[in-house]
């Protein structure tokens, strides 16, 4: 096991890595750019390294900083937790150059995954269900057109360097064909640098069913049954649960299998989150996350692993000890994501003081957050203040128990989306579990108070 793991990160998950490091007696660093001087993960992390000045939007960025402040504390290791270089390859590779194990799989397996039509490809040879569509990426218009054709309208053209819904056009038919094609093609290259796309069928309403994989250096891969978050916008994601409404155990098994083939097949090393697109009876590979993800909570509630302890001990050679078929999920839990956000402006951004703070609690209640009175949202950096994770015998219990958590959760200060939450986890067609991503949309009124 390792001796001290720095955590390139900061906010809830940051500490939520320090939780871990402590219950598998990992000593542990935090960096921090200035702006989170007063932060808890700098309070309770046994070392800290300031990595950046204010404004400090890009400290968690600086890879050169970071491995300095690794070596200078004696890390071994470096947690990424999610996003800022969770998912970067460079950053991989870099802390194994510098002989420091990278808490996450190898820079080979981020960047296979992170160019999307080759792990399209990939999973096709895993074989796992993809949307009907080109081969790999296309080039040429007159080839789009006829691929076009062939799966038929509507398509959506996909940037094979974007992701999580970045770099993304729809084309209704063959009229529009030509100029969306163009179009994608020049915004992927100046949005990334590479303007490969590939093209796919566009399925109109499909909800989003991720499975939790786990894989280890001695070639064990194991799933942990799925999470459904369809309830997204934009491609952020608000509610998430687990088990899905839309899954019974034979597609569970189906997916799960699909997902721990397409781990299998790269060798993954890791915790990673392999997403389906569910449309009718159909489930097709979407995309594979290579970090631990925002919504990985509901996951430990209904199967009682510490995902976190599992990174670590898989990147420090240990083997996964269990046989994770998702065939043991119990009860339910549900995850609201609370922002320090108006939904009534747009969900713009409401940093600043927080002048009451008092979060839910009882049975099958978890609070993950960095926030607390006195606290100070800085502007820099993602509105996540808290996540809400509640648990229940069943999806009923679990949404009682949410509803009650978010309107007895006080936090003054900000604006944030409590309120908007607990409308949406009373709306009949979330209760009833049959919506699709275009729930938001479809339901304008939710964004105002009192609807
Ligand atoms: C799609 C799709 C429909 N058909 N692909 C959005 C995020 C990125 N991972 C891929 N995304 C989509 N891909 C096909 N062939 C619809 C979406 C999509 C979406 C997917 C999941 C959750 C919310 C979404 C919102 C808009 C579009």
Redesign the pocket.
Known sequence: MFKKVLIANRGEIALRVIRACRELSVETVAVYSEADRESLHVRFADDDVCIGPAPARHSYLRIPHIIAAAELTGADAIHPGYGFLAENAEFADTCKASNIAFIGPTGDQIRQMGDKATARRLAQEAGVPT?P?SKGTIDELEEALEVAREIQYPV?I?ATAG???KG?RIARDADQFAQVFTLAQNEALSAFGNGSVYI?????A?R?VEIQVLGDSHGNAVHLGERD??V?RR?QKLIEESPSPAVDADLRTEMGDAAVRLAGAIGYVGAGTV?F?VDGDGH?F??MNTRIQVEHPVTEMVTSFDLVKEQIRIAAGEKIGFRGDGRRLRGHAIECRINAEDPERNFQPSPGLITAFHPPGGPGVRVDTHVYAAYTVPPFYDSLIAKLIVHGHDREEALTRMGHALDSFIIEGPTTTIPFLSRVIRHPGFIAGTID?NFLEREPDLLRARS
């Open positions: 949307v569509g959506i996909k992701g999580g819904g993304m796919e069928r566009f399925l109109g499909p989003h978050c369809s997204q491609h997403e697109l097709y979407m995309e991503t």
